[in-house]
């Protein structure tokens, strides 16, 4: 039976097989420690020891590249997320149709199951900060059928937005985390694209994680 991974050492073992995955070849140490935004390879050094030491990774002595993913219990299912550009979150413009890259993302992290459908987008503006969704940010969604308060990508009269869906007296619309925007009630349509589930932010404005290096969180985030 193997050891139980540290979050952290979870962390960068992910990470390993998505480079793994996506590449044909492992990361080098210093790929790793500038993923994880460190200014030392010494922390990674021993995160990665001790994924060794525990039976998740094998070395190929003498090759940089020489870390090899080994079989191990996981606490949820890597996936990889198709992100499809970028979503304002403010006033709405055109949706972007085909995915620009994709994302590897534990499923247990965001709270679903392993085989639901997800797609990512990527937030621009400042009309979700209240709802701590910020510029930047990238949201996860499923598509699904909105409840009221939904957080929910939308298609309101042909142009895309991210908003709260919300019904009074039978009429749906959407309306803004932030009071300098007016709710947005459809002329035509209103169609929901998918339902918010989690969000990844990046710390790199200067925000440092616990270790000293800028870091990425992958939460889940169900709507109120």
Known sequence: MHEPLTDRQQQVLDFIHAH???????????EIQAHFGLASPFGIKRHVDALTEKGALRRLAGKARGL???????????????????????????????????????????????????????????????????????????????????????LIDGESTLKRFLVQRGQPFLRAENPRYPDLLPATELVI??????????????????????????GSRLSE
């Open 20 to 30: 793994h995955r996506q590449h044909g070849v492992s990361p080098s140490l210093r």
């Open 68 to 154: 090899l993913p080994q079989s191990h219990p996981r606490r949820g299912a890597l996936a990889e997320i198709p992100l499809y550009g970028t979503i304002p979150a403010g006033l709405p413009t055109a949706a972007e149709q085909e995915p620009d890259s994709y994302i590897s993302v534990d499923t247990i992290s965001l709270g679903v199951r392993p085989n639901t459908r997800l797609f990512a987008l990527r937030v621009r503006g400042d009309s979700m900060i209240d709802a701590s969704i910020l510029e930047g940010d990238v949201v996860f969604l499923t598509p699904r059928e909105a409840r009221p308060r939904d957080i929910v990508a939308a």
């Open 193 to 218: 694209q998918g339902v918010m589930v989690g969000l990844l932010r990046s710390f790199a404005r200067g925000q440092r994680s616990e270790d000293g290096g800028q870091r990425s969180e992958v």
